[in-house]
């Protein structure tokens, strides 16, 4: 045992410096979903969290997308996720750093440098000095340097077999010209590992060690690969590449197969999941040594299938050189379709994109695909497990999407595979692979080692297949066991913390909390209505301050927004001023308004449907929800305009860019209104406008003028509105209160929206579940209730959500607002209403009730 280590000042700093924190994530269960060209920046994925790995300064530093409190360096990253989730404290989190790049439990390291040699200083000298990059280049190229001799040493040899030996592979393996070279012994202290260097264009990358029950991959960027000698000695022609995810399944492929089939064969391992930079390092090779087949020999699991399903798709036969200026290139072949693979904990999808130079050839090709999709589904003893759906279409380009459960992902591969002979078809002829170039070799057991391990044993192939699948279905009822103990704790600490939500808001500081939050609301409309967050201004009649006021009291949500900001930008001339008397009669007017503006609006110059496209792209990669939130702006503002649903699409780096159309007419008597706001929109969006970044709106400039034109006759203007013909008649002054009050039209009622959500437990297909008792209820009671929209989780929690409506002058409102309340009681139920419409519901239920009209409130 060492003994325990004080601990040093630096050493933090030396776990930011050393550690390569991507490697050290896939290490606690992340995978590597997209990635730079560089390596510079890498987005991982674990269940449903996202990290972005990037570099600051001489350390790699993340951000969880989800949680932006959740950042920092490799410190932060392992003291929040150690202890099972639980947390570390800074001493563990040094103990656990340590054994990471120690490999044993704290060890010291200052015998180490007997073995060290010292960085490359004249070949790192030649590197220009002065720029940045080129600093950071150097620094980056002296710790590989170090790290790399640190583990191999000053003799670079095969000292100790005695791991390998135990791994199976004899010494007439080890001894093959393949692998003179690439094997070496590497010591640190009183350890003896086995040391696999990779390898990149620049010659050593970085070096994984293995020994029993321990692996470690140096904290470099993963941009290498191992990769042997031709099995006939060095220099001489390859005709065969073996790609798997390891040296030892390498090595135990050779020992298994090379003298079934001698070609002369070279061997190339990713050290586990290939990045992006390792397969391209696999096509250059391809490329330099021209060999007649390429053979996948992964594991036999998820992952494996995954990763030959990427393969097929990204490697190719030797490319034709083809210079570009004083840079080295390669002649890539076309693509008409491409495929890539990801998964999370429980799935497996596919994105097919195919490239087509007309509609109804894409129309052909995804109906080739769903003929497929139906054929294998059709052939599954529990129902179809392969789903597929267009995520995008246009001209030039057709997407789909497919998903499995990843015991299913056989399937996927079924589907790459005949895209990989599609492909092969659709290449203009000189392009297509001669023969059956990529070809997939899976073990008889979980890898080649095992199978190996197998056959030393004596067993047949027969056995050895029995005894992989008695091991796989351990290992899959295993997993479920802990699937199903995850689910079951996930199950009862949601139920918990709904537990503690529901005594959170029922307690009286949660509704003095809701009421105050209600009271600020109404208060902002009404000041917003009123311009009392602003200096006051003055008016050169008392009409022109009714159409200025009354605007506001027109305008709602968005609308009110952005009218308020145009009004900003250009007030009315200086006249009269507006004391709180008019002002309050002048919001009562106002109420009225919408009821009769359209019959006196004269007819716009131009008429006819236009349409206008509102761009909203995102700001930050993977996150939704802009485009939506300014779709449902536009649609609450109030006004004639019409929105369609949102188109999408998602970018390399992972930005969603969403549009939707809004049609409009220019003979509605809103139309100055309406050009008010898309002028506005532009006009911000084009002045970098924090909350406009990202919007573009798209129309032709005919358009345009036409709406101008039209805007210009319009009855309604933002600034000069004749509200006397659109509202009642302004009650005399001299005329009785109670006269007045008869006289005054009836208030009209208002729509109102709420949103039901239902959790419970998953039901038979067929079956009726609460979701469908309360859409019922809430249909009986008078009330318009939408469709009913529902989704499975992992733990079998069905969630359904719906949209329900109705007035507030509708005769069965009593019957409404109880059934809204008794839904909100049961339990499982959301009922997503703003307090002060719940608060007008009840009160208009309640002088429904008792015969009499409802007080006049205020809308949103």
Do not use: C
């Amino acid at each position: 045992m060492n003994a325990p280590r004080e601990n040093d000042p630096t050493e933090l700093d030396r776990f930011k410096r050393d550690i390569d924190l991507v490697d050290y994530a896939q290490r606690q269960g992340y995978t590597i979903k997209k990635e730079s060209r560089r390596g510079d920046w890498h987005h991982l994925v674990k269940d449903d969290e996202h990290v972005i790995v990037t570099r600051k300064g001489d350390h790699q530093v993340y951000l969880n997308t989800g949680d932006d409190r959740d950042a920092g360096s490799i410190i932060d990253f392992a003291k929040t996720r150690g202890g099972d989730g639980h947390g570390l404290n800074l001493g563990q989190v040094r103990q656990q750093l340590r054994e990471y790049l120690d490999g044993a439990p704290a060890p010291a390291r200052q015998y180490a440098t007997q073995y060290a040699t010292p960085p490359e200083t004249a070949r790192l000298s030649n590197l220009p000095v002065g720029d940045p990059e080129q600093a950071a280049r150097q620094a980056e190229e002296e710790r590989r340097t170090r790290l790399i001799s640190e583990v191999l040493g000053v003799k670079k040899e095969l000292t100790d077999r005695s791991y390998l030996h135990g791994r199976g592979i004899t010494d007439a393996t080890l001894d093959s010209p393949a692998f003179q070279g690439r094997i070496f012994t590497a010591q640190q202290n009183e350890h003896r590992n086995t040391a696999f260097p990779l390898y990149n264009e620049n010659g050593l990358a970085s070096v994984e060690q293995k020994n029993e029950h321990y692996k470690s991959l140096l904290p470099l960027p993963k941009n290498g690969i191992w990769v042997s000698h031709p099995t006939d000695g060095k220099d001489t022609p390859v005709e065969r590449v073996v790609v798997s995810e390891s040296a030892i399944d390498s090595l135990s492929h050779f020992q298994l197969k090379h003298g079934q089939d001698s070609k002369n064969t070279l061997y190339i391992a990713t050290s586990g999941t290939p990045t992006e930079a390792q397969v391209a390092l696999i096509q250059r090779v391809i490329d330099k040594q021209e060999p007649k087949e390429v053979v996948l020999a992964n594991d036999r699991d998820a992952g494996g299938r995954q990763f030959n399903i990427n393969y097929l798709n990204e490697l190719q036969p030797a490319r034709p050189f083809a210079p570009v200026g004083e840079q080295d290139a390669y002649k890539e072949p076309t693509r008409p379709i491409e495929w890539h693979a990801t998964s999370d904990k429980y799935h497996v999808s596919l994105k097919v994109s195919f490239h087509h130079d007309t509609p109804a050839q894409g129309d052909q090709q995804v109906q080739q695909l769903s003929e497929r999709v139906a054929k294998i589904n059709s052939t599954q003893e529990a129902g179809p497990s392969l789903a597929a759906e267009v995520t995008r279409s246009t001209d030039r380009l057709t997407v789909v999407r497919m998903s499995v459960a990843r015991a299913d992902v056989m399937q996927l591969e079924v589907v790459a595979q005949e895209l990989y002979r599609q492909r092969e078809q659709l290449r203009p002829l000189p392009e297509r692979q001669p023969g059956i170039f990529l070809r997939v070799d899976y073990p008889l057991a979980k890898d080649f080692s095992k199978e190996l391990e197998y056959t030393n044993q004596g067993l047949s192939a027969d056995q050895i297949r029995a005894a992989a699948q008695r091991e796989e279905q351990q290992r899959e009822s295993e997993r479920q066991q802990r699937l199903a103990e995850a689910q079951r704790q996930e199950k009862e600490q949601r139920e918990a913390e709904r537990q503690a939500r529901r005594e959170r808001e029922s307690s009286p500081e949660a509704q003095q909390e809701r009421a105050q939050a209600d009271q600020r609301f109404t208060q902002a409309v009404v000041g917003a209505a009123t311009e009392e967050n602003r200096p006051t201004r003055s008016y050169r009649s008392e009409q022109e301050a009714a159409e200025h006021t009354a605007q506001f009291v027109y305008a709602r949500d968005a609308g009110l927004v952005l009218l308020k900001e145009y009004i900003h930008d250009n007030p009315p001339p200086a006249g009269r001023k507006v004391d709180e008397a008019e002002r309050e009669e002048l919001l009562a007017r106002a109420r009225h308004a919408e009821a009769a503006v359209g019959v006196n609006s004269p007819t716009a110059a131009v008429t006819g449907e236009k349409t206008v496209t509102w761009k909203v792209d995102e700001l930050q990669p993977d996150t939704s929800g802009r485009a939506e939130a300014w779709k449902a702006i536009l649609d609450n503002s109030g006004y004639s305009m019409q929105t369609s649903a949102v188109r999408s699409t998602v970018d390399e780096q992972g930005i969603r860019r969403a549009e939707f159309d809004i049609t409009y007419r220019n003979d509605q008597p809103d139309i100055a209104i309406i050009h008010a706001i898309v002028t506005n929109t532009t006009a911000r969006a084009e002045a970098g406008h924090e909350k406009y970044a990202g919007v573009n709106v798209v129309e032709s400039e005919a358009d345009r003028a036409a709406r101008q034109q039209a805007a210009a006759a319009a009855a309604i203007q933002p600034h000069n509105r004749d509200r006397s013909l659109d509202v009642a008649a302004k009650p005399d002054i001299d005329t009785p209160t109670a006269e007045k009050e008869a006289a005054r039209p009836a208030a009209a009622g208002s729509e109102k929206l709420v949103v039901i959500k239902v959790d419970e437990p998953a039901v038979a297909r067929g079956e009726r579940g609460q979701a469908e008792a309360v859409q019922a209820a809430l249909t009986a009671s008078g009330a318009k209730a939408g469709e009913l929209h529902s989704a499975v989780d992992a733990a079998g929690i069905r969630h359904s959500e719906m949209k329900v409506s109705y007035r507030t002058d509708q005769p069965e409102l009593a019957q409404v607002s109880q059934a809204l309340d008794a839904v909100a009681r049961q339990s499982g139920n959301h009922v997503l209403e703003h307090g002060s419409d719940r608060a007008e519901r009840q009160e208009a239920a309640r002088h429904s009730q008792e015969g009499r009209p409802a007080p006049q409130q205020l809308e949103r």
